[in-house]
């Protein structure tokens, strides 16, 4: 479906939905001018907005803009009580309201800037990651080495149906116990999960300003883990982590259970 398909989609949805409004206002009956605002900004506007941020890039094409302003002009007609006569430029005036083109286009250049937005800080924070002349210095606290003495952290995902969890348990050097478990984002590949079980686990131990040994019983992950360029987000703060633990004397290792 293309925008001006999409467009007339809109105007049909609105063109059933404004004789229900009409319906409850009247011209000397029924809701008053906040109600019916009220209406159309809470209902009206949000249904002819979605998906704004994709097609809105086409708002101001002629054809698009015609079925918007179509679709909009009834509720304009309702708010204000003007003369049916009225241009519907004239009525966006009255009534305080964007004209849906507009607003979509607007939107359209939120998503934008969002999504440039977040590229920069993505660049940001890989200016900060690990270096690659000492990245063999992470990988050999992946998946070998000795256990610290500072605790183990054991993790494991878990899966029922769509349904997917991750658990931690801290086994502390004192023989203290603690246990955590988050809730993920439904239909989450275990292995994703895992890895993010093992992300939060470094991060737990780096606020506690202590190290130690996370257990985990999903090898592939270990592998990933040990790429000399990790792919992912996640893997790269990992190593990140693990390497301002080193530099700090509260070392962190990896390795596989069993």
Same mark, same amino acid.
């Given at each position: ?75 304009? =007609?309702?708010? #204000?009580?003007?003369?049916? $006569?009225?241009? /519907?430029?004239?009525?966006? *005036? +009255? ?109 737990? =131990?780096?606020? #506690?300003?202590?190290?130690? $040994?996370?257990? /985990?019983?999903?090898?592939? *992950? +270990? ?36």
């Amino acid at each position: 479906m293309n925008c001006i398909e999409h467009a007339k989609e809109v105007r049909k949805k609105l063109t059933g939905l404004v004789r229900n409004t009409m319906l409850m206002a009247g011209k000397r009956w029924g809701f008053g001018e906040d109600m019916r605002r009220a209406i159309y900004e809470g209902v009206v506007a949000p249904i002819a907005m979605y998906g704004a941020g994709i097609w809105g890039k086409r708002a101001q094409d002629t054809r698009v803009r015609r079925q918007l302003a179509a679709a909009q002009r009834p509720f304009l =007609l309702t708010i #204000t009580r003007a003369f049916r $006569t009225t241009p /519907t430029v004239a009525l966006t *005036v +009255l009534a305080g309201i964007v004209p849906l083109a507009h607003q979509a286009e607007m939107e359209y250049k939120k998503r934008r800037h969002l999504k440039r937005d977040c590229c920069k800080d993505r660049e940001m924070d890989r200016s900060k990651w690990v270096h690659t002349g000492v990245r063999h210095k992470v990988l050999d606290q992946i998946g070998s080495g000795e256990e610290t003495t500072e605790g183990v952290m054991q993790v494991d995902a878990s899966r029922r149906e769509d349904r997917v969890g991750i658990g931690i348990v801290w086994h502390g050097e004192e023989g203290d116990k603690e246990r955590w478990e988050y809730r993920m984002k439904d239909g989450t590949p275990i292995d994703v999960a895992e890895e993010a079980a093992i992300w939060l686990a470094c991060r737990k =131990l780096q606020e #506690t300003e202590c190290g130690g $040994t996370i257990v /985990t019983d999903v090898e592939g *992950v +270990l592998q990933r883990l040990r790429r000399f360029e990790p792919k992912g987000r996640i893997a790269e703060e990992v190593h990140q982590i693990i390497w301002e633990q080193m530099n700090r004397g509260h070392p962190i290792r990896i390795r596989e259970l069993g």
